[in-house]
């Protein structure tokens, strides 16, 4: 099992910017991929970026690409998400996911976070 807890998500201006964190704990940390995924209400959840074991690899997906930075630190057991330049539409619940192989879809990752609400006013 992996446990995966976010923070770092709350109200920002457009604009503005934030940074999330994913604390992992249980398994080796540094044997997974990690993915963001993000829900806003009444959408499906939708991929945002992943990183691969060795951060040797970033994928983005298209409409965060340039704004968005996905990062690891495996000493630390964490995954980074900074977010600049954001918008109302960036509104969602953020996920972090754990899986042992990349993968842009939901159903490839094995261990979910519980999420962090991100905000953008305008």
């Known amino acids: 099992q992996v446990q995966l807890v976010e923070s770092g998500g709350g109200l920002v201006q457009a604009g503005g910017s934030l940074r999330l964190s994913c604390a992992a704990s249980g398994r080796t940390f540094s044997n997974y991929a990690m993915g963001w995924f993000r829900q806003a209400p009444g959408k499906e959840r939708e991929f945002v970026a992943a990183?691969?074991?060795?951060?040797?690899?970033?994928y983005y997906a298209h409409s965060m690409k340039g704004r968005f930075t996905i990062s690891r630190d495996n000493a630390k057991n964490t995954v980074y998400l900074q977010m600049n330049s954001l918008n109302p539409e960036d509104t969602a619940v953020y996920y972090c996911?754990?899986?042992?192989?990349?993968?842009?879809?939901?159903?490839?990752?094995?261990?979910w976070g519980q999420g962090t609400q991100v905000t953008v006013s305008s």
């Open positions: 990183i691969s074991r060795d951060d040797y690899t970033r």
């Open positions: 996911a754990a899986a042992l192989s990349y993968s842009n879809g939901v159903d490839g990752y094995d261990y």
